[in-house]
């Protein structure tokens, strides 16, 4: 017991760490510390069973820690938390306070972000702080409920569970408002204006989410614009008057979406002498890269993509692709300017080109559509969309852009 009927409690986290994120094995607000001692830096069990030194203060403690902290920076801290006595592995770390003068406390040992800081409390308080620590780390009423760790195999539940080992399943594109629009509602309404006119077309989207993003977009001295992360924007203001800038915040809309039900991986193997795969690929309106026809006996035709083709036909929905070796082609942004980021013909046109030349094997991921049939063109929710029953001239004219390139592979 300290002077004056108080003891060495911690008194709060130092701001930085999401109260979200502690748990029981850290020191938490209410723990009263009953002594430190030494421990090896790289051992996580002690052979023997530490000395610790206990002290009545603050000060005291935090000379203490001084004192370990020559010799390690790992440390054992014995808390009392309720009726029970912990021992917590920790660091030791300088802190400076409202006071000028330095002091030692302690951090968790696998978060930086973690910082006690200690006081001289009376039991009362450290009993309301505790009480406030258990409802952060989910505590029962009779003591803190150790939080278990399990071991989980990443790397099979990947390749077992995702199409593909880069594969996301969810995707998204980001809508940047026009100079124009001063709210998040306009921005949104062309969001979905996008989507419904995709699924309408036939691209077989499913609707996840919309969320709003803030984007910082940046006037240089120089009278230039660009658009900065929140990292970078604080470096900027490091570097001093010559970096300069007036900080606009646009808030810009994320639509995320799953592309169609499933992935289908695909493999086109070509034969030898053949010279191209044998599909045509064109680009819809809202960006997206569509098979529009397959050449009978070709290496595309042997993948299946020409029954694909057949199949979609009959539902109204579009053969588009998701991912060519792996990688996206999904659009990503909806620019300021209204144009659409997405991938371009030529990249395409060059990997499938490179491929043919050496007869090398081509990976496809195609954007599985519903199998029911719509029964009309209704628009409704998002959640509900679904494409034309019906396919003709001027539905595939809307679907295949009249801008957008064509490309025989």
């Known amino acids: 017991m300290g002077g004056n009927g108080t003891v060495v409690g911690v ?4 701001a930085g760490m999401p109260s979200e994120e502690w748990d029981d094995s850290m020191p938490l607000p209410g723990d009263i510390v009953k002594g430190v001692a030494p421990a090896d830096d790289d051992d996580e069990e002690e052979e023997e069973s530490p000395i610790f030194a206990s002290a009545k203060t603050r000060s005291e403690i935090s000379s203490v820690l001084g004192r370990l902290g020559r010799r390690s920076d790992s440390v054992w801290v014995k808390v009392q938390r309720g009726n029970n006595l912990l021992d917590l592995r920790a660091r030791v770390v ?21 910082v006690a800081v200690l006081g001289d409390l009376t039991l009362e ?34 390749g077992t569970y995702l199409p593909h080992s880069h594969s996301t399943l969810v995707s998204s ?19 979905m204006a996008w989507f419904s006119s995709a699924v309408s077309s036939g691209t077989p989207l499913v609707f996840v989410n919309i969320q709003t993003e803030q984007i910082q977009k940046a006037a240089s001295s120089d009278g230039g614009n660009c658009q900065s ?38 493999v086109l193997a070509p034969e030898e002498g053949e010279r191209r795969f044998g599909m045509d690929i064109k680009r819809t309106e809202e960006g997206f890269i569509c098979i529009s026809s397959v050449f009978k006996g070709s290496a595309a035709d042997r993948a299946g993509l020409r029954n694909l083709c057949g199949d979609a036909s009959k539902t109204g929905h579009l053969v588009i692709i998701s991912r060519l070796q792996g990688k996206g082609v999904l659009p990503s942004e909806a620019s300021s300017d209204g144009r659409i980021v997405c991938c371009d013909h030529t990249s395409i046109k060059e990997r499938l080109a490179a491929a043919i030349e050496e007869t090398e094997e081509v990976r496809l991921h195609i954007m599985r559509w519903p199998d029911q049939r719509p029964s009309s063109t209704i628009v409704g929710p998002p959640a509900i969309l679904l ?23």
């Open 11 to 14: 008194k709060r986290v130092e």
């Open 229 to 266: 992360s929140w990292k970078e924007m604080s470096w900027l203001k490091q570097q001093g008057p010559k970096h300069a800038s007036t900080v606009e915040l646009l808030q810009a809309i994320r639509l995320w979406f799953l592309p169609g039900i499933v992935e289908v991986p695909l």
């Open 94 to 114: 300088p802190y400076r306070g409202r006071k000028l003068y330095r002091c030692f406390t302690v951090m968790a040992a696998r978060d930086d972000r973690h």
């Open 173 to 191: 594109i980001l809508f940047m408002p026009f100079p124009s629009e001063r709210n998040f509602e306009a921005t949104t309404t062309r969001s």
């Open 387 to 409: 494409p034309p029953a019906e396919i003709d001239g001027s539905t595939l004219g809307h679907k295949l852009g009249p801008k957008s390139s064509h490309l025989t592979m």
């Open 125 to 158: 308080q450290c009993t309301e702080l505790q009480e406030m620590s258990r409802t952060v780390v989910s505590m029962d009423g009779s003591g803190f409920v150790r939080k278990k760790s399990v071991s989980y195999d990443w790397k099979k539940k990947v």
